[in-house]
């Protein structure tokens, strides 16, 4: 069997919490050495973070999986010479510390590449490495509030609006994998290693696209506009009978004329007001109650099925449970895991969603404990024996 | 001058508007020799979109920098001919259709794979290349909804929330990207290419992690909870004295101590309900009135100012025009870049958000016309002449 696209890559993970681990995940779900790499003790803080199962973090086992554990106190010199005897033997090192604390370390990028000068030295922070807030700590809110992601998210009448979801941070996790896997294609042709430095307000600044760029061109300010869409109409949400919400997609003229035969409105097919997308987006306060008229007769699942027999681009608004009980998202694409972990028995986990024919990602093996892995690892690394081992737990420098 | 980390590597790239072109832009500002292949004549749906300068599309202009393109009617069995020569020459092809529209041109990986078993297929679509919904078109909204994000994104009292950022076509973008460099990883180590099959609802699943994880493991299912967060709190956004609402995130037991100090509430520090973190988050609707209480007493720019003096993360909560003018961010991190297009003159677009110390991604080149690069890209690749590209045309071939 396959061990992934990455076998034969060693990653050190010196990361902590969400979009590091992410990134680390990422690459260890398609068959990278990962060894992370934690504080003696406490260990990266999200070991301590809710969802529990027992008296095991579920947050920490899910983007742990693939991981083996060892344990550095880098304060300690003994445990900076062992670090950098590991950085040696390392193809990658990515860390999401606050910007400068590898450097106070002595352990910082320019250091880290006199040691192994084709080392990628991956980091995610808040606001990057250089820059006037570059020392500012970062956090997923932080990222969603300065890309403008907020300003442009929630109801006209509403404030600003954080994404549900941690998109700073997941969006900086696999853009530092991109980043890095970049990296290593350019150091398997030139042996020369580089820094890859990502940051959550710019990968969020980067998923406005579109919409930052309808400022660049003509200085018109984008606004909250509730869930329609900057660029084609009728695209929003639509009430039903029953309650429950659902999202029709009329992107193009083909779907809008389907549409309006659907709704018995043959006539507003090539109505000028609507003819054209263009002419639709500007009129869509007009078109709205049309649409929300006809929704109200149906209930949502009715209504859903309906639009795609006819090939309307339309879709239920999910909750998680039904997220997790769908027959195509958990069913057929497998996109939750069940996997054994010896903290905490059979965990559903989210898999990965890379689906590659030749070298799948997926879960390899459990998260590790705090340490698991430090005579396996320093061992196969660095020639360390048990005793060895015993000393340097000893000597509080693992 | 590097030109990048990519250099060397052949994409074509079959491509229209967000989430594929995306994906082709990553690769084409990391250096990769990026060919854009469109219908005639009509060319990229996007070429159509808004906002425009002059009568060119600045969507499109800014997604197709750094690509080379031509043109082929894949409707054709000479153009079918053209384009298999090109696979053999290929080290990546990407396309975005609905799945089976490939295979009805007799073009699909299988077909493919016979042609080049060393090319990377990387394919977009709403919901993946199998699975029960696989044929249904796929929007960024339904991406959203699917996904569980719109759930969780809004207000208690409010309707599910669309983010106001493409999210679900960015992130697919940037996981397709990914998943390709993984793949190229691969093929270069055996020889073996395989498909990247990436889905809009997929990729947003993976964003919701530890919000999924929450009814997971526990069975509670995540609400919306407006601008607060499952996980920590105070971590939420704020009122001041001049309307604008700031966001502060006080993830740990440090930040509140220091938040406590700064509203002159010591006493709050290791109050019963708000001692730890977890205790924070079960009381947070008691912190909150108390927090808001003191940040009504400041201006936004002044406040923000207070708490990162005193290290406690806040921030702003900027609109596009802020993000655009910003002295980090559009200053020292050049998220933003003017770019000369020949079409429309000095534009400015988002640049790359990788930042690598060796070979940094960005703008070399604006978006092709129509064909602009026929003769120069069917040259190079399959020695066609002049002649021969003017007989393609009036054949209507390319």
């Known amino acids: 069997m ?4 990455l076998e034969g890559v060693t990653v ?30 406490t260990g990266d803080d999200s070991r301590a973070f809710p969802p529990f199962v027992g008296d095991e973090s579920a947050y920490f086992m899910n983007l742990n999986r693939n991981k083996r554990g060892v344990t550095l106190n880098l304060k300690k010199n003994e445990a900076k010479q062992i670090f950098l005897e590991m950085v040696k033997k390392a193809d990658v090192l990515i860390e999401n510390f606050r910007p400068g604390t590898m450097e106070k370390l002595g352990l910082g990028w320019e250091a880290l590449k006199e040691v192994n000068p084709s080392l990628i030295y991956g980091c995610i922070s808040g606001f990057g490495h250089y820059g006037p807030y570059s020392s500012r700590a970062g956090y997923d809110i932080v990222g969603q509030a ?12 509403g404030e600003p609006t954080r994404t549900g979801a941690p998109i700073a941070d997941m969006s900086a996790g696999l853009s530092l994998a991109t980043g890095i896997l970049a990296a290593l294609h350019y150091k398997e042709k030139t042996g020369k290693g580089q820094k890859v430095d990502i940051a959550l307000v710019d990968s969020l600044v980067t998923m406005m696209t579109i919409i930052s760029q309808i400022y660049l061109v003509g200085g018109r300010l984008p606004q909250r506009i509730g869930n ?3 660029s084609t109409a009728p695209y929003d949400s639509f009430p039903t009978k029953d309650g429950q919400n659902i999202v029709i997609g009329c992107a193009n003229d083909k779907f809008w004329s389907i549409l309006c035969k659907l709704m018995n409105r043959e006539d507003l097919v090539n109505h000028p007001d609507m003819v054209t997308n263009k002419k639709r987006v500007e009129n869509h306060a007009k078109i709205k ?19 795609l027999d006819h090939e ?26 069940k996997a054994n972990y010896p ?3 059979e965990l559903t986990i989210t898999n990965s969603h890379f689906k590659m024919s030749e070298t799948q990602p997926g879960f390899h093996f459990p998260s590790p404990n705090l340490g698991e892995h430090n005579l396996e690892v320093f061992g196969e690394l660095l020639g360390y024996d048990e005793e060895k081992i015993k000393e340097l737990a000893a000597d509080s420098v693992i």
């Open 2 to 5: 396959n061990k992934g696209a």
């Open 146 to 157: 300065m890309s403008g992601v907020m300003s442009v998210t929630g109801w006209a009448d």
């Open 312 to 337: 309307v681009p339309a879709a239920p608004i999910y909750d998680v449970a039904q997220v997790a009980a769908d027959e195509h998202i958990a069913g057929a694409r497998e996109m939750f895991v």
């Open 228 to 230: 329609r869409y900057e």
């Open 12 to 41: 050190l993970d010196m990361t902590r919490v969400l979009s590091g681990p992410y990134c680390g995940m990422i690459l260890g779900d398609m068959g990278a050495n990962v060894i992370k790499i934690e504080v003696p003790k």
């Open 289 to 307: 109650p049309i649409v929300v008229e006809w929704t109200l007769q149906y209930n949502s699942k009715d209504l859903v099925q309906l639009l």
């Open 343 to 345: 903290q905490a028995g």
